[in-house]
Every structure is written in structure tokens, then in C-alpha cells.
């Protein structure tokens, strides 16, 4: 019998890996926090193959603009998907304040499982 895949809740808070620009080979000027988080993980079909991914929109932001509204809502939607049984969650977040906000997760989740936080 087949291992079941495990359950991985993506997410979104914008940033740069979230960001677009008109030129497919520009490299600045981009605007951050303009992608969802439905067209990232449609940018990897093949991530359907290791794991039951989930994705949510938590908020769409240049990352220098991080409050602590988000961060508090980001705590409690992962301590509820924890609850529900997911297995990990990754966080696609610009790196502006993602220190911040892992310094912030460590000490409010109330979970062994495997937070992620993932920039460009």
C-alpha cells in the first residue's frame, strides 16, 4: 500500500517571491506582493506529486510593511491548521522582516511540526 503524502498548508504573505514586473528580463523594478499564492503553486505542478498542498492568502504585502496584525494571524492559522491535522506549513514571505516574523512563529506556535519560511 502507498504511503499517504503528508498535508502542507502554503501560506502567502507577498514579498519579492510574490513580486512582478512587466519584462520577463528585468531584474529590479519589480512591485512586491502582487502574485497569489494559487499562481505559485501552479508554478510547480509537480509539487502535487510529493505532498496534499493547500494554499491561503494570508496577505499580499512588500515585507517592510509587516504588522503585527499579520503576525498574529499568522500564529493562529497555524496553530488551527496544526490542530486539524496538517503535517507542515510553509510561509512564502519577503526577507525585508522574515527574521522577524520566524522570531515572532517560534515563540507562538505551539507545535513541534516543521514551520518553513521561504523568500526570494
Known sequence: MAEAKPKIA?????????????????TTGYTAGVVGVDVLIKAVPQI????????EQVANIDS?????EIWLKLAKKINKL???GVDGVVITHGTDTMEETAYFLNLTIKSDKPVVLVGA
Request: proline share 0%.
Open 48 to 55: 502535487q506529486d510529493l505532498a496534499n498542498i493547500s494554499g
Open 64 to 68: 517592510s510593511n509587516m504588522r503585527d
Open 10 to 26: 502554503i501560506l502567502a504573505t507577498g514579498g519579492t517571491i510574490a513580486g512582478s514586473i512587466d519584462s520577463a528580463v528585468a
Open 82 to 84: 496544526f490542530d486539524e
